[in-house]
């Protein structure tokens, strides 16, 4: 299998692909790590808001530093 697209990832994480869909991409990305990675990375950015709206939030800020 090709590397999935951002919208299958999406789906992947947020379990919406159908069952045979979902095998093939769960295999892929038993083998792909840099799939696996914007998997992950995708999932932290959906949440029920986003998912309203349509959209992913953005990268979360980086925590502030103090010396």
């Not at 299998?1 to 069952?19: G, N, V």
């Not at 949440?47 to 990268?59: E, H, K, M, N, Y």
């Amino acid at each position: 299998m090709e590397c999935p697209d951002d919208d299958t990832l999406a789906a992947f994480s947020q379990r919406a692909l159908a069952a045979p869909e979902t095998e093939q991409v769960a295999c892929h990305l038993d083998e792909c790590a840099s799939c696996r990675h914007a998997a992950l990375a995708g999932a932290r950015a959906v949440t029920p808001v986003t998912l309203a709206r349509g959209t992913r939030d953005p990268a979360p800020p980086l925590a502030a530093t103090t010396m």
